[in-house]
């Protein structure tokens, strides 16, 4: 079955440190992988997708992520964190198959980023 | 703001009540979505319409029907629902159907929610 598994409820990091919030996933087939981030009282915000080709795919807000199909990993990076980045990540994933493919998303991880 | 709107933001029901959630999406999308997000739990997908026909019923309770009147406007209509019910429910809109698997323009636009608390 497919899922993601998002092993930290919560990171913390100092502000100005590199931050990573963790993902792996296990799909059949090969994965579409996307992060959202949620912000307080606020729906999740698209961050960055991963669909074929490059690694490391950059997204919004300075945030990058690195697919490694070995590990089944996706784990989101920013070089330096800031504070306003405080807020819930989710990662997801989807089959590439043909039809119609569901999303599933992983139960959040908590970033706080401590002036 | 993300271009999806959702009434009310807060709703406070009695069991027996009928209430109806409303969401529009103002992006030209072609699909729209309802999730239910609990505390400490998986975002859970419920219902997925495309093209305002419905591609995905994740075995959800018959308390909770959906409608999709045109590809804009997604309702989500509540009756007799339980205490465990009570949770922020998201809507979301996708320009790609989730059918077409292209990955090019599936990512999803999500409202800011309605926090529903069933007394």
């Known amino acids: 079955a497919q899922s993601v598994a998002q092993p930290e409820d919560q990171v913390n990091v100092a502000e100005g440190n590199p931050l990573t919030v963790k993902c792996t996933y296990s799909?059949?087939?090969?994965?579409?992988l996307f992060w959202y981030v949620q912000y307080p009282n606020r729906g999740l915000q698209f961050l960055l997708k991963?669909?074929?080709?490059?690694?490391l795919v950059k997204g919004s807000y300075g945030f990058e992520a690195e697919f490694n199909k070995s590990q089944t990993s996706f784990h989101l990076k920013k070089p330096s964190a800031l504070v306003s980045d405080s807020a819930l990540y989710f990662c997801?994933?989807?089959?590439?198959?043909?039809?119609?493919?569901?999303?599933?998303f992983g139960i959040g991880t908590k970033l706080q980023v401590i002036p | 703001e993300t271009g999806v709107t959702q009434t009310p933001r807060h709703l406070v029901m009695g069991m027996t009540n009928k209430k109806s959630l409303k969401c529009e999406q103002h992006?030209?999308?072609?699909?729209m979505y309802w999730y239910k997000q609990s505390a400490k739990k998986p975002l859970e997908l419920m219902f997925v319409?495309?093209?305002?026909?419905?591609?995905e019923n994740n075995s959800v309770p018959s308390r909770f029907s959906p409608e999709c009147p045109n590809s804009s406007h997604l309702f989500l209509h509540l009756h007799t629902l339980q205490p465990e019910d009570s949770a922020l429910y998201l809507c979301?809109?996708?320009?790609?159907?989730?059918?077409?698997?292209?990955?090019?323009?599936?990512?999803?636009?999500f409202g800011p929610g309605t926090r529903l608390t069933v007394l």
């Open positions: 979301a809109s996708s320009q790609e159907p989730p059918f077409r698997g292209t990955g090019v323009s599936d990512e999803q636009f």
């Open positions: 799909v059949s087939g090969n994965p579409y």
């Open positions: 991963y669909i074929t080709g490059d690694n």
């Open positions: 997801a994933v989807r089959d590439q198959g043909r039809g119609y493919q569901k999303v599933t």
């Open positions: 992006l030209g999308h072609n699909a």
């Open positions: 319409y495309s093209l305002e026909e419905r591609v």
